[in-house]
């Protein structure tokens, strides 16, 4: 990459939580530290007993399309999340639907309806399985529905990377932005909660209380004893520079630059510690703000899941790379609030874009303990005022796959 690279421009957002349906409740919900984490309708005894789920809500109002009707649910939350972003960004019409594009993250996709069809497949054969439902279990297909439904002919891509699905796919629209093979690209992504999902982290034993103590959630906490699931959608409006200015609008944020990278981990698991993350980390605030030493970082939104793992080496990584500028900034999670899920990561970049326009620092939900031992200035369970003006988004996958992305208060 450039050594001075093209910041991209975020206009526009759209969210479906478990806390709320569009950027302002979600925004409220989340600096009131509310937690869309409750009991699940279910007579099970085992866990899960808890999960982030979203709430109902009408997805007439923001689909228009006939054949939305047989979308899948998390086709419909996709492509509702991109019309509240183009219109959060004063973008519904009059754009060249070729330089329109648009870029979905998504680890598992349509899993649940994927699950369905299989089943009945296996126990009733082909001729009983409806046709009907099989376009809805390809990957791409909230991409698809989305261009669709937004009348978008440009670049349509989906990005399947675990955990780090829906920021993998933010960085790929900055670089369709940069490439000038787009004026305005949607981006970000989303995942749905799945009776299969819940099976496999279920017998993976890393779901929160499977190994001692309550069934909780709460990043970064000494007591912290495992996942909690959640689902969720968000997309973001991507520009270049030049684009605003051309029509007179207004950034939540830029996008600086992001780094993506690997690092030595288990195939399923995330590693304890992580020094060779350091490096590309140091790199990309290197490049972008000009220091090594004294970072100019104010806030980071980490990926941490209330795991033992990750949030250990989460923070070992950053005050590997911080040091003694640690103690400065705040260091925070928002999956105390809308769980895990593989495109969570889209969530936290509307919640960092939405700290550095606000000068807020998003609260730690459900934080009792903080640790002891570690250098960083822990975000409270309420919404915190301070001057902000760059924010590192760092997110782990399983498995090791890493990036992270900085973002800057717009001027």
Same mark, same amino acid.
């Given at each position: ?20 349906? @569009? ?84 680890? /598992? ?13 296996? *126990? ?105 699931? @959640? ?40 590693? /304890? ?5 350091? @490096? ?9 703000? #000009?220091?090594? *030493? ?7 939104? @980490? ?38 899920? #593989? ?69």
């Amino acid at each position: 990459m450039d050594a001075t690279p093209q910041s991209v421009a975020v206009t526009g957002l759209g969210v479906i939580s478990p806390i709320g349906i @569009g950027r302002d409740a979600f925004w409220s919900a989340l600096c009131a530290g509310q937690s869309g984490i409750a009991p699940l309708a279910t007579t099970e005894a085992r866990v899960p007993r808890l999960a982030a789920r979203i709430p109902e809500f009408a997805a007439r109002h923001f689909i228009r399309s006939s054949h939305l009707r047989r979308a899948d649910g998390l086709s419909r939350s996709i492509v509702c999340a991109a019309r509240m972003a183009l219109a959060d960004a004063g973008l519904p019409h009059a754009l060249p639907p070729e330089r329109l594009g648009i870029v979905v993250g998504s680890a /598992l996709g349509d899993v649940a309806e994927s699950a369905q069809y299989l089943a009945r497949l296996f *126990t009733k054969g082909p001729s009983l399985v409806s046709p009907m439902m099989f376009p809805n279990l390809v990957l791409n297909a909230p991409a698809s529905y989305a261009a669709m439904e937004l009348g978008c002919t440009g670049a349509n891509l989906t990005v399947s990377h675990g955990e780090i699905s829906g920021e993998q796919a933010i960085a790929l629209g900055c670089d369709l932005i940069r490439a000038g093979r787009a004026d305005v690209v949607l981006a970000g992504g989303g995942d749905q909660f799945a009776e299969i999902v819940v099976a496999a982290y279920r017998d993976y034993r890393a779901l929160s209380s499977q190994r001692g103590g309550p069934e909780w959630c709460s990043p970064y906490d000494v007591d912290r004893n495992g996942i909690i699931l @959640g689902e969720g959608a968000a997309m973001l409006v991507l520009e270049s520079a030049q684009h605003v200015r051309r029509r007179a609008a207004t950034a939540y944020a830029e996008l600086v630059d992001y780094v993506s990278f690997g690092v030595p981990a288990p195939a399923y698991d995330w590693p /304890l510690r992580a020094p060779a993350a350091a @490096g590309p980390l140091r790199e990309l605030i290197a490049r972008c703000l #000009g220091s090594s *030493t004294d970072t100019g970082v104010d806030v980071v939104c @980490g990926s941490a899941n209330s795991s033992r793992r990750l949030d250990a080496c989460e923070i070992d990584v950053l005050a590997r790379v911080f040091g003694e500028a640690a103690p400065r900034m705040a260091l925070t999670s928002i999956k105390g609030a809308i769980g895990e899920f #593989g495109a969570a990561g889209a969530l936290s970049a509307v919640a960092t874009c939405l700290a550095l326009r606000e000068a807020i620092v998003p609260p730690l939900c459900n934080l009792t303990r903080a640790p002891t031992d570690a250098p960083f200035r822990f975000a409270v369970p309420r919404a915190e005022r301070r001057p902000l003006q760059t924010g590192l988004m760092l997110s782990m996958a399983r498995g090791g796959g890493s990036i992270a992305l900085l973002f800057r208060r717009s001027a």
